[in-house]
C-alpha cells in the first residue's frame, strides 16, 4: 500500500494567515493526489483533484502543487470557514489511501 | 442536482447483521462507479470498497476484504454495504462517494459527491 504522510498534524493561525500543508507519499503517484476538507460532522468535501486542479465552485484562496511524491496545499488567506481538517488521497494505485489528516485551528 | 443520500443511523449489538444504503439521483446512476469509507470516531477516512453500478464489478481494500460486501442494484439507483457478524470495532461513520468523473474505461478516483454518512453503533 501506498503510505500518504501529512505534515503538520496540526496548526494554529490567524484569519489572513497564509497556510501551507504538506503531504509525502512512499513513492511516486505521479499527479494522482486530492485533497479534502472536512468540518466536525459533515462529510469530505473535494477541493483540488490531479494535484492541482481547483474542484469546480472551490474558492481560489485554496491551491495545490507537486508531483512525484511531495505534494502542497496552501490557503493564501486563511478565512473563519476554513477552520477544519484537511486530508490528501492518493487515487494512482489501490488501495487508495489517506494521510491521517491535518487539523486547521483558530490562533 | 446530483445526490447520494445515505440510510439512517443505526444501533445494532456484536453479531448481528447489518446492511446499509446509498442511493443516487441527479445523474445515470450506472455510469459512475460508488465508492464506500469508514471514519472511525476523531480519525481519519479508509477505503473500503468500490461497486460499478453497471456491470456489477467490485474491488476490496485487502484491509476490509471478506470483511464486508458491496454491491448495487441498479434498478433502483442504490449501493449497499453489509455485514454478516458485526463487531463493536465496525463503530464508525459510513461515508458512500461518487468518482469525479468515469468514462467507459475508468474513473478519475477523486471524489466529489458524498453521502452525508451513516452512523453505525455496536455495543452489547
Known amino acids: 500500500d501506498i503510505q500518504m504522510t501529512q505534515s503538520p498534524s496540526s496548526v494554529s493561525a490567524s484569519v489572513g494567515d497564509r497556510v501551507t500543508i504538506t503531504c509525502r507519499a512512499s513513492?511516486?503517484?505521479?499527479?494522482?493526489l486530492a485533497w479534502y476538507q472536512q468540518k466536525p460532522g459533515e462529510a469530505p468535501k473535494l477541493l483540488i483533484y490531479?494535484?492541482?486542479r481547483l474542484q469546480s465552485g472551490v474558492v481560489s484562496r485554496f491551491s495545490g502543487s507537486g508531483s512525484g511524491t511531495d505534494f502542497t496545499l496552501t490557503i493564501s488567506s486563511l478565512q473563519p470557514e476554513d477552520f477544519a481538517t484537511y486530508f490528501c488521497q492518493q487515487a494512482n494505485s489501490l488501495p487508495w489511501t489517506f494521510g491521517q489528516g491535518t487539523k486547521v485551528e483558530i490562533k | 442536482e446530483v445526490q447520494l443520500v445515505q440510510s439512517g443511523a443505526e444501533v445494532k449489538k456484536p453479531g448481528e447483521s447489518l446492511k446499509i444504503s446509498c442511493q443516487g439521483s441527479?445523474?445515470?446512476?450506472?455510469?459512475?462507479?460508488i465508492a464506500w469509507f469508514r471514519q472511525m470516531p476523531g480519525k481519519g477516512l479508509e477505503w473500503m470498497g468500490v461497486t460499478s453500478p453497471g456491470d456489477s464489478e467490485t474491488r476490496y481494500s485487502p484491509s476490509f476484504q471478506g470483511q464486508v460486501t458491496i454491491s448495487a442494484d441498479k434498478t433502483t439507483s442504490t449501493a449497499y454495504l453489509q455485514w454478516s457478524s458485526l463487531e463493536t470495532s465496525d463503530r464508525a461513520m459510513y461515508y458512500c462517494a461518487r468518482p469525479r468523473s468515469c468514462n467507459s474505461d475508468s474513473c478519475w478516483w477523486f471524489f466529489d459527491v458524498w453521502g452525508r454518512g451513516t452512523l453505525v453503533t455496536v455495543a452489547s
Open positions: 513513492q511516486s503517484i505521479n499527479r494522482w
Open positions: 490531479a494535484a492541482s
Open positions: 441527479g445523474y445515470n446512476f450506472t455510469t459512475y462507479w
